[in-house]
């Protein structure tokens, strides 16, 4: 999988090669294959905000945006050709310092709440939402099972 990250805040707190861990993970748990791709981009809560009012508008940071490529169905990846061209699959940004706060509010490490928000990512980019409660229930299931077998668990 070539999963890319790009920090643009110049900080060193968010390891890269995590991110692309937890990514990974859950694409191989939704049945996505090797030759998928999609970008992390890590921002400030300023940039954050903005990106925020652009896409939702919603004038406020946020933990994690996701920008699928594609309309997906949640657990039903579509087929790819093993030796076809790569899947491109979107762009997620995150905003650690707002994650870090948030992790602190629910009394969790840094890392789980991170790895919780790739992994919230990587699901929206996979056709998951949760504006309705059956949807919400269906892909905080799927949070739990992939985080689970990686020994994390979800708040």
């Known amino acids: ?3 890319e990250v790009d920090d643009q805040r110049g900080q060193s707190d968010v390891d890269p090669d995590s991110l692309r861990r937890w990514a990974e ?5 939704e049945g996505y294959p090797t030759n998928s791709e999609l970008s992390i981009t ?19 940071p946020t933990d994690v945006l996701s920008f699928p490529l594609d309309e997906m169905q949640p657990g039903l990846p579509p087929p790819f050709m093993i030796d ?12 650690p310092a707002y994650i870090r706060r948030q992790a602190q509010e629910l009394d969790v490490s840094f890392q ?11 699901l929206h980019l996979l ?14 299931h799927r949070e739990r099972i992939i985080l689970k077998a990686q020994g994390l668990n979800r708040r």
């Open 84 to 95: 076809g061209p790569p899947r491109l699959l979107g762009d997620i940004v995150i905003a």
């Open 1 to 3: 999988m070539r999963i």
């Open 25 to 29: 993970q859950a694409l191989l748990a």
């Open 112 to 122: 789980e709440e991170l790895a919780l928000m790739i992994t919230h990512g990587v």
């Open 42 to 60: 890590v921002v400030t809560d300023e940039e954050m905000a903005r990106l925020h009012a652009d896409a939702l508008g919603t004038k406020a």
């Open 127 to 140: 056709g998951y939402d949760h504006q309705t409660d059956p949807e919400a229930e269906a892909m905080e």
